[in-house]
């Protein structure tokens, strides 16, 4: 790994100086502790492998392996490599094309998309829908369909709070992120005169919201979260998906890519695949052999 110019780490160290100096900062305490990242580190023999930052594990050059599971045979679907400086989310419009050619030429069709909850975003809800899937796909964690107090209703588009007022979508406009997000406001004089401002919204003139503009579809992920089909999804996703992560890890050789830029990356995950596929499909036969009262060969070796 080799260090980029003085001037991009200078300005890494003074921001990591400024964390170790507020309280309660994330910077690491020790002097020697030195904070990685793309802006200041490459791997000079593998220029696109990106140093991934994810709570709970050590920082180090790798590549992102997205893989998808048939839930019902327990294979592998699909499977690619990706950069590993971006969100799982933003990888979702690009794999689910390819999967869905994949099982269009196997006369097959993807009807429901389990995923945890890295892939949760409204465009990625949208697009979905859009395709005729159903998004299983848990929303993150502080999203509410509606503020504490207030009440959606669809056919109007509005938010109605306790003292029986309306909010009505008002436009559209551009979060801080660049993100497409729609306001609702209240009208001034709702608001001046109810009895109920003060524990509303005492600092501004009226009670206004900023929701996204995929709000409707976040409302709809939420409302299958929370149903008894999406705990059942849930559970399908930890019983047949988490545990073909773990055998690729420990047991197919993906816990260290031997291998440079992320086309070589790619072919080690597709061998990987291709293996556990095999294996899986070995014993899946050897068992409805058994199912059916067949005896399977008997071979025995000896070691001289």
């Not at 045979?73 to 950069?83: E, R």
């Not at 409204?122 to 993150?140: D, K």
């Not at 293996?275 to 499909?281: D, H, R, T, V």
């Amino acid at each position: 790994m080799r260090s980029a110019p003085a001037h991009p780490l200078r300005r890494e160290a003074t921001r990591r100086a400024k964390r170790q100096a507020a309280p309660g900062g994330l910077g690491a305490q020790h002097p020697k502790a030195e904070l990685l990242s793309n802006k200041t580190h490459y791997s000079p023999t593998d220029p696109e492998a990106r140093i991934s930052v994810k709570p709970g594990k050590a920082r180090a050059l790798n590549y992102l392996c997205s893989v998808a599971v048939d839930t019902a045979s327990g294979l592998i679907s699909h499977i690619q490599a990706d950069f590993a400086d971006r969100r799982d989310s933003t990888h979702l419009p690009d794999l689910v094309p390819r999967l869905q050619t994949r099982l269009a030429a196997n006369e097959l069709t993807l009807h429901d998309f389990i995923a945890d909850t890295g892939y949760s975003t409204g465009f990625n809800y949208a697009f979905l829908e859009q395709r005729g899937i159903t998004p299983w796909i848990p929303v993150f964690g502080h999203y509410k369909p509606a503020p504490k107090g207030f009440t959606y209703e669809a056919e109007i588009d509005a938010f109605r709070c306790t003292a029986g007022k309306l909010l009505p979508f008002r436009n559209y406009a551009t979060s801080k992120d660049g993100n497409w997000a729609k306001n609702y406001r209240a009208a001034y004089q709702d608001c001046q005169q109810c009895p109920l401002k003060m524990s509303c919204t005492p600092a501004a003139p009226q009670q206004r919201f900023v929701r996204s503009a995929f709000d409707a579809a976040y409302r709809r992920a939420w409302h299958r979260q929370h149903s008894r089909a999406g705990q059942q999804m849930r559970r399908v996703r930890q019983r047949t998906v988490e545990p073909v992560f773990g055998s690729l890890l420990h047991h197919y050789g993906l816990r260290r890519v031997g291998t440079k830029g992320r086309a070589a990356a790619h072919k080690a995950m597709l061998l990987s695949a291709i293996a556990y596929n095999l294996k899986e499909a070995a014993q899946a036969s050897v068992q409805t052999g058994r199912q059916r009262g067949y005896r399977a060969p008997f071979s025995a070796a000896k070691t001289l």
